[in-house]
């Protein structure tokens, strides 16, 4: 019912869809299986486990109950064929990206990304023979220039961490298809109930589940959304023989986690706005960026193609690294750390943290500037957050 209906609301599907395979009796919240094998009571059955997976589970490296539950309740919410769920969302980057390239193979990708996705571009896939060109995707025209040949994926996220640059989805989408290539976006800032890329025409969806979707910071986990062709190849070919496979303990604790998450995207962005406005006001910042924000150089983009701003803010301090280390030294109620997308307000410093593998020609190239401080806002009384800030803005001006 949930997943064959168009009509049904995303805040219903987050709490229902997948949930229609468990037994009409039992258990009312989905259980865990926590266990590595299954066990058969005929040789027959075994064999036809191992041909045709819709039998029956065989081992958890294949797939476990608990973890199908999960997979088609993000499949349901991006409105994808299937889902796959993996063990970090570098697991899911490196598992969608092996899925379609080979050696001889050139990847164009955003250059603004989350630094270990840029570096798997950059440095591991040049290992395997596999060139990658950066490009800045805010224009889309600079994306098709790029395509050569031998190209078989387009890479983006929107918005980008931390730069919150934005990349119109639907155009992106479109040069992808004119040119037979796949398209792959990190859907990790903006989340299932922010954006729908797939409605957009993208191909393929990933996230880092580590962040709003199991959204209390207690798991590391990612997955991977599109046609059931794409997800099987991601399954049978890579995945599995990678072994990058999702814990039924995360699996379990991430599906608990998305039936609030269109909830928890709401208080997100409504603190978001308030806070960046706030911010927008202080006289020790240079700029703030919030897709929300009609300063945002996309914030036209950003109304089209989002339904939901989200709970992710940079901004430049006017004193640059050394006004950001007083600023993270005096805050009370957020706290220093990198993650995002957690239920607590987090702060960081991308360019000495996140972002630090990224070379400072790059990442200056692309905007992380070495004052940029990143704001994950969390579902705290918006007061309580801006008054902390006001205080360390305050005292770190000093
Ligand atoms: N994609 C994005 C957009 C991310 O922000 C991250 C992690 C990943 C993929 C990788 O996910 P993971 O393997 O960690 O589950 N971002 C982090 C960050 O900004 N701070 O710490 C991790």
């Not at 349901?76 to 050696?103: C, K, N, Q, R, W």
Request: with cysteine; net charge negative; hydrophobic share 40%.
């Amino acid at each position: 019912m949930v997943e064959k209906s168009k009509q049904i609301g995303s805040a219903t599907k987050a709490i229902h869809a997948g949930e229609e395979s468990l037994p009409k009796t039992g258990p009312l919240a989905p259980p865990i299986h926590q266990n590595s094998t299954f066990r058969f009571a005929t040789a027959e059955e075994c064999v036809s486990a191992f041909t045709d997976e819709d039998t029956g589970y065989v081992y958890t490296r294949w797939g476990n109950p608990t973890q199908s539950v999960l997979e088609r309740k993000i499949a349901v919410l991006e409105g994808g064929e299937a889902a796959l769920a993996t063990a970090s969302g570098m697991a899911a980057v490196s598992t969608a990206l092996l899925t379609i390239l080979e050696h001889g193979d050139h990847v164009v990708a955003m250059d603004s990304l989350y630094s270990a996705s840029h570096n798997f571009l950059d440095k591991e896939l040049q290992r395997l023979g596999i060139e990658t060109t950066f490009v800045d995707a805010t224009h889309v025209n600079h994306i098709e220039r790029a395509i050569q040949p031998n190209t078989k994926a387009i890479y983006i996220e929107s918005p980008a961490n931390p730069t919150l640059k934005l990349v119109d989805i639907a155009a992106c989408a479109e040069v992808a298809k004119a040119h037979n290539i796949t398209s792959i976006i990190d859907n990790t800032f903006a989340t299932p109930c922010g954006q729908q890329p797939i409605a957009l025409g993208i191909d393929v969806v990933l996230h880092s589940m580590t962040k709003y979707l199991s959204g209390n910071g207690t798991v590391i986990a990612g997955i991977i959304v599109g046609s059931a062709e794409f997800v099987g190849e991601s399954k049978k070919r890579v995945l599995r023989n990678f072994g990058g496979v999702i814990s039924p303990f995360n699996a379990w604790l991430t599906l608990h986690g998305v039936a609030t998450l269109p909830l928890r995207l709401e208080r997100h962005s409504a603190n978001a706005y308030q806070i960046a406005v706030f911010l927008e006001a202080r006289q020790e910042i240079e700029w703030v960026r919030y897709p929300g924000l009609p300063s945002h150089p996309q914030h036209d983009l950003a109304k089209r193609q989002m339904d939901a701003f989200g709970g992710m803010i940079a901004f430049e301090l006017k004193g640059g690294v050394k006004a950001g280390e007083r600023l993270v030294n005096r805050i009370e109620i957020c706290s220093l750390a990198v993650s995002l997308g957690d239920v607590r307000t987090l702060i960081c410093h991308p360019a000495s943290t996140t972002h630090s593998q990224v070379s400072p020609e790059v990442r200056r190239h692309v905007g992380i500037t070495d004052g940029l401080v990143r704001l994950s806002v969390g579902l705290e009384d918006a007061e309580d957050i801006i008054a902390d800030l006001d205080q360390a803005l305050s005292r770190a001006s000093c």
